[in-house]
């Protein structure tokens, strides 16, 4: 995990797009893979054959393409 200090709100206002579902962190305080991270960390979804790992990470919050629905059951 790379750790850093950001404002979910100041990501926010970089990157825009809808808020799926959750309430997310304060701050991000790190980066990490979805199976590692944990409530505070930043994930992101590169490769839809890893979507279903969206539903079980831990991650304060995952950045997914553009698109992106829901998980698959």
Known sequence: MKAFSLAFSRL???????????????????????????PEDLSFLGNFKYAPWVKSSRAGVILVPIGFKEVPN
């Open 12 to 38: 926010y206002s970089l990157l825009g797009g809808p808020l799926m579902e959750g309430q997310p962190p304060e701050f991000l305080r790190g980066v990490a893979g979805l199976a590692d991270a944990l």
